[in-house]
Protein backbone atom coordinates (compact mmCIF):
# COMPACT_ATOMS: atom_id res chain seq x y z
CA UNK A 1 0.00 0.00 0.00
CA UNK A 2 1.27 3.18 -0.62
CA UNK A 3 0.09 7.18 0.02
CA UNK A 4 -0.09 9.53 -2.83
CA UNK A 5 1.41 13.25 -1.41
CA UNK A 6 -0.19 16.29 -2.87
CA UNK A 7 2.38 19.00 -3.90
CA UNK A 8 1.53 21.10 -0.92
CA UNK A 9 1.77 18.68 1.28
CA UNK A 10 5.38 17.57 0.22
CA UNK A 11 6.13 21.36 0.16
CA UNK A 12 5.48 21.59 4.04
CA UNK A 13 7.38 18.15 4.90
CA UNK A 14 10.24 20.06 2.64
CA UNK A 15 10.04 22.75 5.02
CA UNK A 16 10.76 20.65 8.02
CA UNK A 17 13.04 18.73 6.71
CA UNK A 18 14.92 21.27 5.15
CA UNK A 19 15.85 22.15 8.99
CA UNK A 20 17.87 19.27 9.80
CA UNK A 21 21.76 19.29 9.68
CA UNK A 22 23.88 17.66 6.62
CA UNK A 23 24.27 14.09 8.46
CA UNK A 24 20.34 13.86 8.81
CA UNK A 25 19.40 14.71 5.39
CA UNK A 26 22.14 12.25 3.82
CA UNK A 27 20.64 9.47 5.86
CA UNK A 28 17.32 10.68 5.06
CA UNK A 29 18.44 10.55 1.36
CA UNK A 30 19.90 7.39 1.19
CA UNK A 31 16.98 5.53 3.14
CA UNK A 32 14.31 7.26 0.51
CA UNK A 33 16.32 6.04 -1.92
CA UNK A 34 16.90 2.51 -0.70
CA UNK A 35 13.06 2.19 -0.39
CA UNK A 36 12.13 2.88 -4.18
CA UNK A 37 15.11 0.72 -5.55
CA UNK A 38 13.73 -2.61 -6.80
CA UNK A 39 14.67 -5.01 -4.92
CA UNK A 40 14.29 -9.13 -5.73
CA UNK A 41 11.73 -10.06 -3.55
CA UNK A 42 12.52 -14.02 -2.52
CA UNK A 43 10.15 -16.43 -3.92
CA UNK A 44 7.73 -17.92 -2.10
CA UNK A 45 8.62 -21.98 -1.59
CA UNK A 46 4.88 -23.50 -1.30
CA UNK A 47 6.45 -26.69 -0.27
CA UNK A 48 7.17 -24.50 3.16
CA UNK A 49 3.07 -23.65 3.48
CA UNK A 50 2.16 -27.61 4.31
CA UNK A 51 3.40 -30.30 6.05
CA UNK A 52 2.59 -33.08 8.66
CA UNK A 53 1.36 -32.23 12.20
CA UNK A 54 3.90 -34.05 14.32
CA UNK A 55 3.01 -34.72 18.06
CA UNK A 56 2.89 -37.47 20.83
CA UNK A 57 -0.11 -37.72 21.30
CA UNK A 58 -3.06 -39.34 20.09
CA UNK A 59 -5.73 -38.01 17.89
CA UNK A 60 -8.10 -38.74 20.74
CA UNK A 61 -6.02 -36.82 23.30
CA UNK A 62 -5.78 -33.81 21.11
CA UNK A 63 -9.29 -33.89 20.62
CA UNK A 64 -9.74 -33.75 23.90
CA UNK A 65 -7.30 -30.74 24.93
CA UNK A 66 -9.26 -28.64 22.26
CA UNK A 67 -12.61 -29.17 23.60
CA UNK A 68 -11.53 -28.93 27.59
CA UNK A 69 -9.97 -25.77 26.52
CA UNK A 70 -13.19 -24.13 25.12
CA UNK A 71 -15.15 -21.51 26.77
CA UNK A 72 -18.56 -21.09 27.46
CA UNK A 73 -19.60 -17.99 26.54
CA UNK A 74 -22.55 -18.01 28.84
CA UNK A 75 -20.55 -18.04 31.85
CA UNK A 76 -20.21 -14.76 32.80
CA UNK A 77 -17.68 -12.92 35.60
CA UNK A 78 -19.86 -10.60 37.75
CA UNK A 79 -17.36 -7.52 39.14
Known sequence: ?????????????????????????????????ESIEDKDKEKLNLKTLYGAWIDSRSSDEIISEIRESRVDKNDFINF
Not at 3 to 27: A, E, M, P
Open 1 to 33: MSIVLTNSVIDKYFGFLSKLDNVSKKRLIIKLN
